[in-house]
């Protein structure tokens, strides 16, 4: 039997930004209208859903992201947990999901074109018969979108061009009819010496004043200013002058480009980078080097190299099992008023891909055995070239380590990332001529190792002991395998 509340009553569901509260009493409810018979006086409307798309931040340096590509297109149903589209953040390209069920009714943000975290980048509607009104809302934020484009510079350049023919036009009325001449006292001195008739003469000082310099140019004893004779006029207006000529000097302090030299623009990547590596200028970090004989590392390295084990995962292994018992290696200021002990320990390693840099983390790599240890580093690389690392396997790192060795690289320093306390920069192993105690030479493969760190809450001493503890490690590398 129909209750009398709804009889006779229209139901149907839009948006979710509706005043009604009802469409959270019927959120499955996926039909236009359902009619009841009775009282005719209740009407109920409950509009159907429509959601947006948002950006999201998939890191937590992401300001903006890039869409990169849509796996699903305008009229597509899609369902809760299907990726609909391929956003490119600072560091990786990932796949967005949905969280419900619906309609792709419309694209805001196409392929190739970015938008800040947060910003709508589709529209999904519940059903079909609100992907008119999805498509609207989507043109509207389109829309709204374009204002801020126009204001730019162009305009901004475009008033400057009246005044700079006005002074052109103004310089004859200086000269119409009897006018007084204004000369500084050296100026007609130089004119009576010179032989220059100074009526002639048009005045570059304040209000058409003749100086000694425009004598000097109408005498040919020096060349002429350059864009003086237009600036001397003064018109009515001055104040759009005077900011064309401010704007006209703020590109001068930049240096001309090279002739045929080609300007790109830097990627998502690369501008994570560049605000990265300029964050580190802030931290007030120093260095310090170790010399690391590598005899032994290097022919384990020949046994376990058939075995997929790599030169970076013994590195990072050893580094790791160095920092357990220099814990405060592994510890981070990011506040610069406490600091941080870190409970695992998380081994950065960096990564050139194309296009940028990135770290893949080794996570607990003091806990992995070395084989999986390779293996799991092995997996991580190929994501990071296919820019499929998720955020966790690049932003949890605790201790990054670089190394150079395998291009011949025998020393290089490196930047401290933003949030750690320390990065090793590894060199290549080459022979060198040693001396013992006894006085005998002889010759062993010895890799320069410097570690930049935090200086706040990482002392000399700290990077001397943890370095000495890795040399050791290295030099007797059978710990690493067990």
Same mark, same amino acid.
């Given at each position: 039997?129909?209750?009398?509340l ?15 509260p ?85 694209i ?43 204001? %730019?510079?162009? @305009?901004?350049? *475009?008033?400057? !061009? =009246?005044?700079?023919?006005? #002074?052109?036009?103004?310089?004859? /009325? &200086? ?65 759009? %002058?005077?900011? @064309?000529?401010? *704007?006209?000097? !703020? =590109?001068?302090?930049?240096? #001309?480009?090279?002739?045929g030299? /080609? &300007? ?13 590596m300029?964050e ?76 940028g ?43 990054t ?26 060199g ?17 493969n ?36 067990l």
């Amino acid at each position: 039997m129909a209750s009398p509340l709804l009889s006779n009553t229209t139901i149907s569901f839009s948006s979710s930004l509706s005043s009604s509260p009802l469409p959270r009493l019927f959120p499955s409810v996926s039909f236009s209208s359902i009619r009841f018979k009775s009282n005719p006086r209740r009407v109920l409307t409950v509009r159907s859903k429509i959601r947006e798309i948002f950006m999201p931040a998939l890191s937590s340096t992401m300001t903006e992201g890039k869409i990169v590509s849509w796996v699903k297109s305008e009229g597509d149903v899609l369902s809760k947990g299907e990726s609909v589209v391929v956003v490119e953040s600072d560091k990786a390209d990932m796949d967005v999901e949905t969280f419900y069920d619906g309609i792709l009714a419309a694209i805001v943000v196409g392929e190739g074109e970015t938008a800040p975290v947060g910003a709508a980048i589709g529209i999904l509607a519940e059903t079909e018969d609100e992907i008119a009104e999805a498509k609207a809302k989507a043109a509207s934020k389109s829309g709204a979108s374009t204002p801020y484009a126009p204001p %730019p510079a162009p @305009a901004a350049a *475009s008033t400057p !061009a =009246p005044p700079k023919s006005t #002074p052109a036009n103004a310089a004859p /009325t &200086v000269t119409e009819g009897p006018r007084k001449t204004v000369a500084t006292p050296f100026a007609k001195k130089l004119a009576k010496q010179h032989k220059v008739d100074i009526e002639s003469v048009v005045g570059t000082g304040p209000y058409g004043r003749i100086t000694p310099e425009d004598i000097e140019a109408a005498s040919g004893i020096s060349p002429p200013k350059t864009n003086v004779g237009p600036t001397v006029v003064v018109e009515a207006k001055p104040a759009a %002058p005077t900011k @064309a000529t401010v *704007s006209s000097f !703020a =590109p001068s302090s930049l240096p #001309p480009p090279v002739p045929g030299s /080609t &300007v790109v623009p830097f990627t998502t990547m690369q501008a994570a980078v560049s605000k990265n590596m300029v964050e580190s200028l802030s931290v007030p970090a120093f260095r310090v080097g170790y010399p690391v004989t590598t005899d032994a590392l290097d022919a384990l390295y020949e046994k376990v190299k058939p075995k997929g084990v790599t030169m970076t995962a013994l590195l990072a292994k050893a580094a790791a099992m160095a920092l357990v018992q220099h814990p405060v290696v592994n510890s981070s200021c990011k506040d610069g008023k406490s600091f941080t002990y870190n409970s695992n320990i998380n081994i950065a390693v960096a990564v050139a891909i194309n296009g940028g840099l990135i770290t893949p983390v080794l996570q607990d790599a003091d806990k992995l055995d070395l084989y999986l240890l390779s293996q799991k580093w092995k997996e991580l690389v190929e994501k990071a070239r296919a820019k499929q690392l998720q955020p966790q396997e690049y932003n949890s790192g605790t201790f990054t380590l670089s190394n150079l060795g395998m291009f011949g690289v025998d020393r290089f320093d490196a930047i401290l990332p933003p949030g750690q306390g320390a990065i090793m920069a590894v060199g290549a192993s080459k022979p060198t001529v040693v001396a013992d105690a006894d006085g005998f030479f002889s010759v062993k493969n010895k890799m320069l190792v410097n570690v930049t760190a935090d200086h706040r809450i990482i002392y000399g001493a700290d990077l001397a002991a943890f370095l000495q503890t890795f040399s050791k490690i290295v030099e007797n590398p059978e710990s690493l395998t067990l």
